[in-house]
């Protein structure tokens, strides 16, 4: 079974970097698309960024312009460059992987911006 492991999260503030990674275990080749996504308490769980094979990028709103999503097929790993964090952005981060018919997830990351 694919694996996907997340990694890059912290604790920063307001106005800082992070920049969140995600290993798999396998290719990446074909993941299409890959994407982040994530959930804070009492929230629902929301897409962040997603990365077709081919290079097409979609954030959501509340992201763009600060978060930027990249991959590397031969590391077989996603990004995640996050800038000008917000308290607003504190959640647990998931990556996300379609292999139609196939979804898989990671485990998260939590990622805190302190006020």
């Known amino acids: 079974q694919v694996q996907l492991v997340e990694s890059g999260g912290g604790l920063v503030q307001t106005g800082g970097s992070l920049r969140l990674s995600c290993v798999a275990s396998g290719t990446i080749a074909g993941f299409n698309p890959m994407g982040w996504y994530r959930q804070a308490p009492g929230n629902q769980r929301e897409l962040v960024a997603v990365i077709g094979s081919g290079g097409r990028i979609n954030y959501a709103d509340s992201v763009k312009g600060r978060f930027t999503i990249s991959r590397d097929n031969a590391k077989n790993t996603v990004y995640l460059q996050m800038n000008s964090l917000k308290p607003e952005d504190t959640a647990v981060y998931y990556c996300?992987?379609?292999?139609?018919?196939?979804?898989?997830w990671g485990r998260g990351t939590q990622v805190t911006v302190s006020s």
């Open positions: 996300n992987a379609v292999d139609a018919p196939f979804q898989y």
